[in-house]
């Protein structure tokens, strides 16, 4: 339920569509930017996304830990869902597995833009390998441990723009 919330949201839509666009009008260069290159090989397509893309990614994280731990708080829900009969840590849990699995929607998202740009610029040897190892992977175990953080620090300060705050410092 928090993850179709967050996924069919307008402002994950919105952000999503300016991170891929400004990531093709940067993907259209990298022919020019490697002189002794003149294809889009896979680690420098890598090296484009990882620079593009970070800015993005670190509002998403921020944006929607915010957003994840106080869903119930702001719509008064809080006191019911701490009477229910779960773990304590499991609704954390399930915000982080959430958080994880819209950083894997960015990557592989990130990862297609990489992969058709090489395949518009005539480059087939695509190497779904070397993404993940190099990109994806070394990515959510970054952008994991920001998730972290930054939900510890929404569930710590018991004030939501403090939270914002906490963390972005």
Same mark, same amino acid.
């Given at each position: 339920? /928090?993850?179709?919330?967050?996924?069919?949201?307008?402002?994950? %839509?919105?952000?999503?569509?300016?991170?891929? %666009?400004?990531?093709?009008?940067?993907?259209?260069?990298?022919?020019?930017?490697?002189?002794?290159?003149?294809?889009?090989?896979?680690?420098?397509?890598?090296?484009?996304?990882?620079? $593009?893309?970070?800015?993005?990614?670190?509002?998403?994280?921020?944006?929607?830990?915010?957003?994840?731990?106080?869903?119930?708080? /702001?719509?008064?829900?809080?006191?019911?869902?701490?009477?229910?009969?779960?773990?304590?840590?499991?609704?954390?849990?399930?915000?982080?597995?959430?958080?994880?699995?819209?950083?894997?929607?960015?990557?592989?998202?990130?990862?297609?833009?990489?992969? %058709?740009?090489?395949?518009?610029?005539?480059?087939?040897?695509?190497?779904?390998?070397?993404?993940?190892?190099?990109?994806?992977?070394?990515?959510?175990?970054?952008?994991?441990?920001?998730?972290?953080?930054?939900?510890?620090?929404?569930?710590?300060? $018991?004030?939501?723009?403090?939270?914002?705050?906490?963390?972005?410092?």
């Amino acid at each position: 339920s /928090d993850l179709r919330a967050v996924v069919t949201g307008p402002v994950f %839509i919105i952000v999503m569509l300016l991170g891929v %666009i400004q990531l093709f009008s940067s993907l259209s260069l990298v022919t020019d930017l490697y002189e002794p290159v003149p294809y889009p090989v896979t680690y420098n397509i890598i090296d484009l996304i990882e620079g $593009n893309l970070f800015l993005y990614v670190i509002i998403i994280v921020t944006i929607y830990s915010g957003v994840l731990v106080w869903r119930e708080r /702001d719509a008064g829900m809080n006191d019911i869902h701490d009477a229910l009969p779960l773990p304590t840590g499991l609704g954390l849990l399930a915000r982080f597995a959430t958080m994880m699995v819209l950083l894997s929607i960015v990557m592989l998202l990130s990862t297609a833009a990489g992969m %058709i740009t090489q395949l518009l610029n005539g480059w087939t040897d695509l190497q779904p390998q070397v993404y993940l190892l190099f990109l994806i992977v070394p990515a959510l175990v970054t952008f994991g441990f920001l998730s972290m953080l930054a939900l510890c620090a929404h569930t710590l300060v $018991n004030n939501k723009y403090l939270g914002f705050f906490v963390f972005i410092l």
